[in-house]
């Protein structure tokens, strides 16, 4: 039986068999799924047990748990993780490995992490952990042993982590608003929580409560972090706050470029100028936060760092059998754009026009 016979037996087209095979993105969990039970129950093997041992020896798996928190099917299209896998392939390139590319449905957590396992293809496998619990990564740990796990950590597990200094680089930006004269500042959370927000609005309100400042309930907003675009639900947590004749707050923080970027959108649509009438700062760098205007002001992560750190801990620990795990976090750097301004008192549209 030939690639071609899979291709006809599953409905699909031969790339999407050789996608499914090499573990690349391009298809999605559901059809890379069939595919793989149609080889599966036709006895075909993509490869010869010769060959698969030696590609492994010299190849890394990138493994990434889709549909949940804020990993999206088509995640390689993020761009905080497209810029990360780009460096991931570069230094894997650079160290004579090839990386090759797995993606598990979460619904289907326990059965699809077992086939990845009983596949064997690589000497040691990257995980993107962001949006992972600890049990998760535990049970990937306990099937694949040669393991690190990227953009999140769990310190009483002996895995091998690396992730940002989420509390340093938040920290960085409260203390920046409020070292900018900012008394009144609100917080734009996710609706998805992962450990790496819960990090992140650590440090910024411990910041905060370091000189003295604190953020009213009413200025804890929380909306979808993958949404680049204005977003109604956040129009609605607006106009509410507003119409209730409070003040908008003079500075917000938003705890990703996504969420930020959005905001500012959806804000220019309120007749709220940024950074005239109120600052907003974003977190991770991504592309995207210069091409908005006001150009974004935010905390850039070390993607390329970490990216060199996985890779290289990883083939270390393959070549020497190191047995010894460690947790290395990166630190954030803070970047300052044109979002930010001092304390500006905003007033409506409504009452502009009604005072001129």
Same mark, same amino acid.
């Not at 460096?87 to 004579?96: A, D, H, L, M, S």
């Not at 059965?111 to 993107?128: F, H, N, Y």
């Not at 804000?267 to 995207?288: A, Y």
């Given at each position: 039986?030939?690639?071609?016979?899979?291709?006809?037996?599953?409905?699909?087209?031969?790339?999407?068999?050789?996608?499914?095979?090499?573990?690349?993105?391009?298809?999605?969990?559901?059809?890379?799924?069939?595919?793989?039970?149609?080889?599966?129950?036709?006895?075909?093997?993509?490869?010869?047990?010769?060959?698969?041992?030696?590609?492994?020896?010299?190849?890394? =798996?990138?493994?990434?748990?889709?549909?949940?928190? +804020?990993?999206?099917?088509?995640?390689?299209?993020?761009?905080?993780?497209?810029?990360?896998?780009?460096?991931?392939?570069?230094?894997?390139?650079?160290?004579?490995?090839?990386?090759?590319?797995?993606?598990?449905?979460?619904?289907?957590?326990?059965?699809?992490?077992?086939?990845?396992?009983?596949?064997?293809?690589?000497?040691?496998?990257?995980?993107?952990?962001?949006?992972?619990?600890?049990? &998760?990564?535990?049970?990937?740990?306990?099937?694949?042993?040669? =393991?690190?796990?990227?953009?999140?950590?769990?310190?009483?597990?002996?895995?091998?982590?690396?992730?940002?200094?989420?509390?340093?680089?938040?920290?960085?930006?409260?203390?920046? =608003?409020?070292?900018?004269?900012?008394?009144? +500042?609100?917080?734009?959370?996710?609706?998805?929580?992962?450990?790496?927000?819960?990090?992140?609005?650590?440090?910024?309100?411990?910041?905060?409560?370091?000189?003295?400042?604190?953020?009213?309930?009413?200025?804890?907003?929380?909306?979808?972090?993958?949404?680049?675009?204005?977003?109604?639900?956040?129009?609605? &947590?607006?106009?509410?706050? =507003?119409?209730?004749?409070?003040?908008?707050?003079?500075?917000?923080?938003?705890?990703?470029?996504?969420?930020?970027?959005?905001?500012?959108?959806?804000?220019?649509?309120?007749?709220?100028?940024?950074? &005239?009438?109120?600052?907003?700062?974003?977190?991770?760098?991504?592309?995207?936060?210069?091409?908005?205007?006001?150009?974004?002001?935010?905390?850039?992560?070390?993607?390329?760092?970490?990216?060199?750190?996985?890779?290289?801990?990883?083939?270390?620990?393959?070549?020497?059998?190191?047995?010894?795990?460690?947790?290395?976090?990166?630190?954030?750097?803070?970047?300052?754009?044109?979002?930010?301004?001092?304390?500006?008192?905003?007033?409506?549209?409504?009452?502009?026009?009604?005072?001129?």
């Amino acid at each position: 039986m030939k690639m071609e016979d899979i291709a006809k037996l599953a409905n699909v087209s031969k790339s999407a068999v050789s996608l499914a095979f090499s573990g690349k993105p391009g298809i999605g969990p559901d059809t890379r799924q069939r595919i793989l039970q149609v080889a599966h129950e036709a006895g075909y093997s993509p490869k010869s047990k010769t060959i698969t041992a030696s590609r492994s020896d010299k190849s890394l =798996l990138f493994l990434v748990c889709t549909n949940s928190g +804020i990993v999206l099917e088509e995640y390689y299209q993020q761009p905080f993780f497209k810029e990360l896998i780009q460096f991931i392939e570069e230094r894997c390139r650079q160290k004579g490995y090839s990386l090759i590319f797995s993606t598990v449905d979460v619904e289907f957590f326990q059965r699809d992490i077992q086939m990845v396992a009983e596949e064997k293809r690589s000497a040691g496998t990257i995980v993107l952990g962001t949006n992972l619990t600890r049990e &998760q990564i535990s049970d990937i740990h306990g099937k694949l042993p040669n =393991l690190i796990v990227l953009d999140t950590c769990f310190d009483t597990l002996p895995v091998q982590f690396i992730q940002i200094n989420n509390v340093m680089g938040a920290y960085q930006a409260g203390a920046y =608003l409020c070292d900018m004269g900012h008394t009144s +500042i609100g917080y734009i959370a996710s609706n998805v929580r992962i450990h790496n927000f819960e990090e992140r609005k650590r440090g910024f309100l411990a910041a905060l409560m370091e000189r003295g400042l604190k953020i009213p309930e009413a200025q804890m907003l929380a909306v979808a972090p993958t949404i680049l675009t204005s977003q109604e639900d956040l129009n609605r &947590q607006l106009t509410v706050y =507003l119409e209730s004749g409070k003040t908008l707050p003079t500075a917000w923080f938003c705890e990703c470029d996504y969420i930020a970027i959005s905001a500012m959108k959806t804000m220019s649509e309120l007749g709220i100028r940024v950074p &005239q009438d109120t600052s907003i700062i974003g977190f991770d760098n991504i592309t995207e936060s210069v091409i908005v205007t006001p150009e974004l002001t935010t905390i850039h992560v070390e993607k390329e760092r970490m990216a060199v750190l996985a890779v290289d801990l990883l083939t270390d620990t393959i070549e020497q059998g190191t047995q010894v795990t460690a947790k290395i976090t990166v630190d954030t750097k803070f970047v300052e754009r044109n979002s930010c301004a001092a304390p500006a008192t905003f007033v409506p549209k409504g009452e502009l026009t009604e005072q001129a």
